[in-house]
């Protein structure tokens, strides 16, 4: 196989926007796996597409690493060809951290052969990365945020990438379309927010962005507090109209979501109009307060909820022995290192985030002894014997 044919066969052919059109054709959400510190590796991330995930993103890569060790681009960014047999291309954001328009412009350029767009993180609230102005610290820096998404679309052009926005000249259909996306949190005050997302956005007919993922909670809010529902609900009325919008945070199954929207069975039993205002909160006859309806929210972004139920956009509230085996195999052919495999491993089996706290696969003394295993033989093992004993079945299923 000549090299010029090798290296069209590594560059991923779909648009993101493409999908979120065509999920919207489908009268649903985009469904998206976030980037999580370890654990979006390949396997993982085929196994969640496998059961219906649309868009993947990387763990977050720290761009000024990627961009000077080839050890750093092994290890963070691995990806498979559509021709493998994993099924097919995975649609995935290569995610980086960066705090300089030099440094993601040059890590954008490296990845941009072998994923479909790049991320600028600017939610990550863990307190090293905010030391190095990196993450969250961005929220207060919206114009770098600007000046870093136009350098990318800058250099991927350049490079000569699909990524112009202007109604008149861009093509999604083209199979070097990239797209160029931000993730954010809010801030305490929403007017702060606001303005950052209009600096980043630009002019609407041209956008810097692709589309905008929204954490709704601050820098300094832990995960065990609930997503601010009322921002979430300003902002997409505001901004939804104007490029496609993912919110993070809470997606635990796609049954038990704090908010309604046209696309979600079932239909809303009210309507909210493209140029109303954010609807007031209306009480219900035991006085706890409605859902919100979302009409502008485009697409779903889960990262717990989804480690511990691969299956949860196929519809599933808890992780089915299915997804187990699609994760056992896709490891065969994209390993792991035993304590990640095995971490993963328990965490499908375990209670997950469903409504139903006793669905777990495998008891709280099963997942201890699975952590103690010390090779994969051990593990394979210890899976078919219970599964066999569980429901019958011969133990992991292998594909061919």
Same mark, same amino acid.
């Given at each position: 196989m000549d090299s010029e044919h090798e290296d069209e066969l590594l560059h991923p052919k779909i648009h993101p926007l493409k999908l979120f059109d065509a999920a919207k054709s489908q009268q649903r959400f985009l469904y998206a796996c976030a980037p999580m510190v370890r654990y979006s590796k390949l396997a993982f991330r085929q196994t969640v597409h496998h059961f219906g995930t649309d868009l993947c993103w990387t763990p977050m890569i720290?761009?000024?690493e990627f961009n000077r060790s080839h050890f750093a681009r092994d290890s963070d960014l691995t990806m498979s060809t559509p021709t493998s047999t994993s099924g097919g291309e995975v649609p995935t954001i290569a995610q980086f951290g960066a705090n300089s328009p030099v440094e993601l412009s040059r890590a954008?350029?490296?990845?941009?052969?072998?994923?479909? /767009?790049?991320?600028?993180?600017c939610g990550c609230p863990q307190s090293?990365?905010?030391?190095e102005k990196l993450g969250a610290a961005l929220m207060e820096q919206r114009e770098l945020v600007r000046d870093m998404v136009l350098a990318t679309r800058s250099r991927l052009a350049g490079d000569g990438w699909a990524v112009n926005l202007s109604s008149s000249e861009f093509d999604?259909?083209?199979p070097k379309g990239r797209s160029v996306s931000v993730k954010i949190r809010v801030h305490k005050d929403l007017r702060k927010t606001m303005d950052f997302i209009t600096t980043v956005i630009g002019d609407e007919h041209n956008r810097n962005i692709d589309w905008l993922t929204i954490h709704p909670r601050t820098r300094n809010?832990?995960?065990s507090v609930p997503i601010n529902l009322e921002a979430l609900e300003i902002l997409t009325s505001t901004f939804g109209t104007k490029l496609p919008i993912l919110v993070s945070g809470d997606v635990f199954t796609l049954s038990t979501l704090p908010y309604t929207s046209h696309l979600l069975a079932p239909q809303p039993t009210f309507?909210?109009?493209d140029d109303a205002s954010p609807p007031v909160a209306e009480k219900g006859a035991n006085g706890v307060p409605k859902k919100p309806?979302?009409?502008h929210l485009s697409g779903l972004m889960s990262a717990r909820a989804l480690l511990a139920n691969p299956a949860l956009f196929a519809g599933y509230d808890s992780c089915p022995w299915e997804a187990v085996d699609v994760f056992m195999n896709n490891v065969a052919r994209a390993p792991l290192p035993l304590k990640l495999g095995v971490h993963h491993l328990t965490e499908m089996? /375990?209670?997950g985030f469903g409504p139903d706290r006793n669905a777990a696969l495998l008891t709280k003394k099963e997942r201890i002894r699975l952590t103690e295993m010390s090779n994969w033989i051990d593990v394979i093992d210890y899976l078919d014997e219970i599964r066999s004993q569980r429901d019958g079945k011969d133990g992991i299923v292998r594909f061919a």
């Open positions: 720290l761009a000024k954008a350029s490296l990845a941009a052969p072998f994923v479909n /767009g790049v991320d600028l993180n090293w990365a905010c030391a999604i259909d083209s809010t832990p995960s309507t909210t109009s309806h979302l009409p089996c /375990g209670p």
